[in-house]
C-alpha cells in the first residue's frame, strides 16, 4: 500500500512536470576570480559566482537588486554588467544593519556613481516603481526572509518583469542553514519566506546551486506560468506572518493590487491583510500582560549568561541583535506574577540586569509606553527592587553588579500591572 501510494503520488508529479514542462537544474560552481568581491556581500563565494553566472550568461540590460546592505554584491554588479546596463539597488533601511553609523550601500558608493546606476535608500520597491519602469531583465531579491517580506516584494515588482526575466532569491533556506550550526532562535525559525515564495512560484525552469548542504540560492524564470498562477502567490501570503509591515504603505499596495492582478487575488490580499492587522492588534494586547528583563555581562564579546534554571512559563531567548564586542545577552519575559530564574556568569565582567516593559509598536513603528511594576526583586538573598518601581520599555531600571566567571546569580522576581490609582 505505501508503495501503491508512494508510485502515484510520483506518477502524478511526473504528469504534472511534463504538462508544465518544469525543470529545475542544480548549477556547479565554476568559482569566482580573484577581482570579485567578498567583503560584505553576506554570500558564500559559490554563491556569489551564481549571481554572476546569470549577469554574465544572460546579459541583462535592467538589473533591479533589492535589500543591498552595505553594497558588497552591488559592487560586483557594477563589475560585471554591461557598462550600457542599468543598475537600481534599492533598501528600505537608510542604514547599515550592521554598523548605523554607515549608510546602506556604502561599499558601491565609493566605487562612485555613474548614469546608469541608481540608489534608493529608505524605499520600498513600491516607493520607486514608476521610476525604474518596466522591462525588468534581472531582479535579485535578499531582504527580511521572514514572513510576509519577500511575498510583498515579488508581488509588486512582478508586472514590471519582462517575460525572460532572470529572479534570483539569497537564503531560500535560511532557517535550515543556521539550524546546521545549532543556532534555533526565532528569527532563525522563521527565516522561510524566501523558500516559500522559491518553491510555490510556477517557472518552467529553474535553478539551485549544487551543494554539500542544502542550496541556499536559487533562480527562476518569468514566464506565462509565472503569471497565470499567480494566485498560488496570494494563497501562500496567508501563512502565518512573523512581523506586520507597518513600514510599508499599505494602502498604496491594496491599490496596486487592485490595479494589476485578479479580482480574486485582491480579494484575498485583503482579507490576509485584514485577519493579519487583528492578529497583530490581538497579540499586541497579550505582550503587553508581560514583564521583560534583559540581562548582559560587559567585558569582552566572549563574555555571556547561561540559564541554569527557571519555570517552562519564562521564555528565554538569546537574539542575534544581542550580541556585541562586549558580550552576548539574554531576553526573559514571562506572563507568571512571581519566578525565579538562576543564571550563571561567563568570564569576569559587570552584569546589566534592565527591567522593561514589553516592546509595543503603534503603526508607523513607534513604541507605545506598557508600564510594569516590579514590586520586589531579590539577586542572591539581597534586595534589589522593595518598593514598587514602575517601568516600560524606554525607560527601564537597571541594576548592575561586578561578577566573576562561575559566578551563579539567584533572581526572585514580584511583578504586576501598573496601577495608576494605587
Not at 501510494?5 to 504534472?16: M, Q, S, T, W
Not at 520607486?128 to 531582504?143: K, N, Q, Y
Amino acid at each position: 500500500m505505501i508503495f501503491l501510494e508512494f508510485g502515484i503520488r510520483n506518477l502524478f508529479i511526473l504528469y504534472f512536470n511534463i504538462i508544465y514542462n518544469m525543470v529545475e537544474i542544480e548549477l556547479i560552481s565554476e568559482g569566482i576570480d580573484s577581482q570579485d568581491n567578498v567583503d560584505n556581500v553576506e554570500m558564500t563565494n559559490d554563491e556569489i559566482w551564481f549571481v554572476k553566472h546569470f549577469v554574465k550568461e544572460y546579459n541583462p540590460k535592467k538589473i533591479v537588486e533589492i535589500g543591498i546592505s552595505a553594497g558588497g554584491n552591488t559592487v560586483n554588479l557594477l563589475k560585471w554588467k554591461d557598462e550600457d546596463a542599468q543598475l537600481f539597488s534599492i533598501d528600505i533601511a537608510t542604514r547599515w544593519y550592521r554598523d548605523n553609523t554607515k549608510l546602506s550601500g556604502f561599499m558601491a558608493e565609493e566605487v562612485g556613481i555613474s548614469d546608469n546606476w541608481k540608489l534608493y535608500r529608505g524605499y520600498d520597491y513600491l516607493d520607486v516603481f514608476e521610476e525604474i519602469g518596466d522591462d525588468i531583465d534581472l531582479i535579485i531579491i535578499d531582504t527580511v526572509h521572514s514572513m510576509p517580506g519577500e511575498f510583498f516584494t515579488f508581488l509588486a515588482a512582478l508586472p514590471q518583469l519582462k517575460d525572460g526575466c532572470i529572479v534570483i532569491l539569497h537564503d531560500i533556506h535560511l532557517n535550515l542553514v543556521k539550524f546546521q550550526y545549532n543556532k534555533f532562535s526565532k528569527y532563525d525559525r522563521d527565516a522561510y519566506c524566501t523558500g516559500l515564495l522559491f518553491g510555490g512560484v510556477n517557472s518552467n525552469m529553474k535553478w539551485s546551486l549544487k551543494s554539500d548542504d542544502v542550496s541556499n540560492i536559487g533562480a527562476f524564470v518569468v514566464d506565462r506560468y509565472t503569471r497565470e498562477n499567480v494566485k498560488d502567490i496570494f494563497h501562500l501570503l496567508c501563512a502565518s506572518w512573523d512581523y506586520f509591515p507597518h513600514d510599508l504603505n499599505l494602502s498604496e499596495y491594496s491599490k496596486f493590487i487592485y490595479k494589476n492582478y485578479s479580482e480574486d487575488c485582491y480579494d484575498i490580499f485583503q482579507f490576509c491583510l485584514e485577519l493579519q492587522s487583528k492578529y497583530f492588534d490581538y497579540k499586541s494586547k497579550q505582550t503587553s500582560q508581560i514583564a521583560r528583563i534583559d540581562i548582559l555581562n560587559t567585558n569582552v564579546e566572549s563574555n555571556a549568561i547561561e540559564i541554569l534554571n527557571t519555570s517552562n512559563s519564562v521564555d528565554v531567548v538569546f537574539p542575534e541583535w544581542f550580541k556585541t564586542d562586549e558580550g552576548a545577552g539574554v531576553v526573559i519575559k514571562t506572563k507568571e506574577k512571581l519566578f525565579d530564574l538562576k543564571v550563571k556568569c561567563i568570564n569576569d565582567g559587570v552584569l546589566n540586569i534592565t527591567f522593561r516593559g514589553p516592546d509595543i509598536r503603534d503603526e508607523l513603528g513607534n513604541r507605545i509606553p506598557s508600564y510594569v511594576e516590579f514590586e520586589k526583586v531579590m539577586i542572591n538573598n539581597e534586595y534589589v527592587i522593595n518598593n514598587n518601581v514602575t517601568v516600560w520599555h524606554n525607560e527601564p531600571y537597571i541594576f548592575k553588579k561586578y561578577v566573576n566567571d562561575g559566578d551563579i546569580i539567584d533572581m526572585h522576581v514580584e511583578w504586576c500591572l501598573f496601577k495608576p490609582n494605587g
